[in-house]
């Protein structure tokens, strides 16, 4: 007796949540199974093609299934690659998927729904129907097979074996039916039928079945139509079409199919929002399914997420995820290309140069981005939905590389503006500008409602100017790197001049700089290199003061590039403007004649003040409340 050896832990919670799953979708066991399958065979065709010794023809593979009524087995067999000993040990024992399975919560139940629908749980799932999983397995290459036997989390055994031919064989012991679950519908021939048709129609090597059929006697009378007249016979049939679904006329095609294909090839439990197939032809010859997801896988945002498109040749999978394929700002796009242009044999490094694939993929590009045109024009309301789940990937892609794809997406972009606050392009809002509106107004800030309360964007809200809102973090940094969309330039409303004023006004707020500039002089003075200047605001309506800033960092971009810990501290140059319609600026005017010191506390004051509404921190809040706390005692 083989000695049992336990799972490794992570593998043993998933194997105890698939044995007790309440999950509707059992069915999606063999699915796993035939994929499993598929993926042994193509490694061992992929061999085949470069190395004669394997000494097989495509037509020799296939996978079976065997039902077994009577015994209450099914069983699925290839001949694919097969697995060693160690293989075995490694890829059934502990849990295989590449770090996507999170547990967030173990001991939530309607957990296990969400996580089987949404990633491929694998080989596991076979524990949902099953109460013993036997597989017995002949690594290419070795002369020796191996038996892996496991009834759940007690563990598993791996003893030798006596299989001859090469591949796997994988047996399930059918739990027995409860009162709510028929686990012998699996062994049914029309149950498998269908359950092949639905998940695994497309897989390219045959899936193959002993079906029961019956057929008219030759001797049978001819009038004679009763059960005698008919005779039992076994048909090895093969259940899938096989052609896979890019190959197939579009025509042909129901969005179901695409949508069918997408859930289960890309382990997505929700329908994509567009799929586009294409068939190209011209300098390059091929074929492509693409798919952009209705929502951000969970890990889209972190560095875990690996881009990539499926790259096929003539039918066979050369790469699973082909980065080459999709620029950064498209990563979010799942699918994959088939071409006969690519060679088999084509290493990664090669292929990084490939002229044919670097055509592919600029091809590729360009009808991701029409689609995405399309729906923007004529499909707000997706792409709005698409917006919300990837524009801060597309905005992104503006700020990369210094700008170098700027082009390709700013007239994808969205923002929210003042107007009815929606989201907005950048062509809209610059279509609705006022005839005397110089500058593409925005502001920055955590949330609408915090920029709304801006004193910057009082005054233009009245003049009836739009104000893109920016709640991104990567919002500002984008846009500094687009600089103009068409010959308008970008103005935060928190930058210098607004570019609002008459010469008129220009004059009058130049004759009350002059007028009160010894006291402007000591505010700044005052404020010990805090701001670089205390002026004379003209974008203010009803609020006293406001910081303002010039040069390459605004407010925004200092509070964020301080999030980062490992960043160095940034400042932005600050100027504190003083609305000279405000009752302060008449009661500093008295206090610069009569109470320097009084004066300079209410400089510090107005500056922390003006620091707060911007959403800054304050350098001594203990300060702040003192001073304002004798005031309020006088
Ligand atoms: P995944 O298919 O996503 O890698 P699975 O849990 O389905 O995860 O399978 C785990 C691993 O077990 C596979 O990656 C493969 O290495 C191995 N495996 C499973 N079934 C077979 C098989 N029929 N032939 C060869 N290897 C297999
Ligand atoms: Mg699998």
Known sequence: MAETKQFKAESKRLLDMMINSIYTHKEIFLRELISNASDAIDKLYFKSLTDDQVGMNKSDFAINIIADKDAGTLTITDNGIGMTADELENNLGIIANSGSFKFKNENEKSEDVDIIGQFGVGFY????????????????????????????????????????????????????????????????????????????????????????????????????YSDEAYEKYIENETLNSMVPLWRKNKNELKPEDYNNFYKEKFYDYADPLKYIHSKVEGATTYDSLLFIPSQAPYNFYSKDYEKGLQLYSSGVLIMDKCADLLPDYFSFVRGLVDSADLSLNISREMLQHDHQLKLIAKSIEKS?????????????????????????????????????????????????????????????????????????????????????????????????????????????????????????????????????????????????????????????????????????????KSHPVCISSFGQISLEMEKILNQNPQNQKVTSEKVLEINPNHKIFAAMQKLFESDKDKFKDYASILYDQALLIEGMQIEDPVEFSNKICSLMAQ
């Not at 598993?156 to 039916?177: A, C, F, N, S």
């Not at 994808?412 to 593409?440: G, H, N, P, W």
Request: proline share 1%; with cysteine.
């Open 368 to 540: 991701i981005k029409s689609e995405l045109k399309k729906m923007l024009n004529n499909d707000r309301e997706n792409y709005e939905k698409f917006w919300k789940s990837f524009g801060v990937q597309l905005k992104f892609g503006v700020y990369d590389n210094y700008g170098r794809d700027k082009d390709a997406v700013e007239d994808l972009l969205l923002f929210t503006s003042s107007a009815e606050k929606k989201l907005v392009t950048l062509d809209e809002y610059v279509s609705r500008m006022k005839e005397d509106q110089k500058y593409i107004y925005y502001a920055a800030g955590d949330s609408v409602s915090k920029i709304e309360a801006l004193p910057q964007t009082e005054l233009l809200r009245d003049k009836g100017y739009e104000i893109l809102y920016f709640t991104d973090n990567v919002d500002e940094f984008a846009i500094k790197v687009l600089m103009r969309h068409g010959e308008k330039e970008f103005r935060n409303v928190s930058e210098g001049d607004l570019g609002i004023d008459s010469e008129e006004q220009k004059e009058e707020t130049k004759k009350l700089s002059e007028d009160n500039k010894d006291m402007l002089a000591l505010i700044t003075e005052s404020l010990g290199g805090k701001v670089k200047e205390c002026r004379i605001s003209d974008k203010l």
């Open 125 to 224: 799932s076979a524990f949902m129907v099953a109460k013993e999983v036997r597989v017995r397995s002949k690594a290419y290459g070795s002369d020796k097979a191996y038996v892996w036997t496991s009834c759940g989390v007690d563990g598993y055994t791996i003893e030798e074996d006596d299989k001859e031919t090469v591949g796997t064989e994988i047996r399930l012991t059918l739990k027995d039916d409860t009162e709510n679950e028929k686990y012998s519908e699996y062994l049914s021939d029309f149950r498998i039928k269908e359950l092949v048709k639905k998940y695994s129609d497309y897989i390219r090597f045959p899936i193959k079945m002993d079906v029961e059929k019956s057929r008219r006697k030759e001797d049978a009378k001819e009038d004679d």
